[in-house]
């Protein structure tokens, strides 16, 4: 299993970015997929969950900002986040588990992509 993100950046206050997951060597359709962050000196946060039907949940803090998606058929995992703030700013992870298993304890992550938002 391998998840490979890309699409961070550097975006100024109220920009906008488009981050993908692209996984490999597992049924991607099966796995539930999510997005995680962690800034310098911070805890590694949840911040949106997207299952098997496509159902999604977001961390209060980017709920109506942030969408995430999914396209089984190429295999990706997306995070498009509007109206960026500065403290947004964090590695962002994608991870993958099993559908119905945990994400903590069985999910698989990539190497991260990092975003800043700054003046």
């Known amino acids: 299993v391998q998840l490979v993100e890309s699409g ?14 692209v996984g490999s060597g597992f049924t991607f359709s099966l796995y539930s997929l999510a997005w995680f962050r962690q800034a310098p000196g911070a805890e590694r946060e949840s911040i949106a969950t997207i299952d098997t039907e496509s159902e999604t949940a977001y961390r209060d803090s980017v709920k109506d ?15 498009q986040m509007d109206s960026l703030k500065v403290d947004d700013t964090a590695k962002y992870f994608c991870a993958a588990a099993p559908s ?16 800043t938002v700054s003046s």
């Open 8 to 21: 961070g950046g550097s975006v100024q206050p109220g920009g906008s970015l488009r981050l993908s997951c």
């Open 100 to 115: 119905g298993w945990s994400m903590a304890d069985h999910g698989t992550w990539g190497q991260g992509t990092q975003v």
């Open 65 to 79: 900002r942030f969408t995430i998606s999914r396209d089984n058929a190429k295999n990706t995992l997306y995070l």
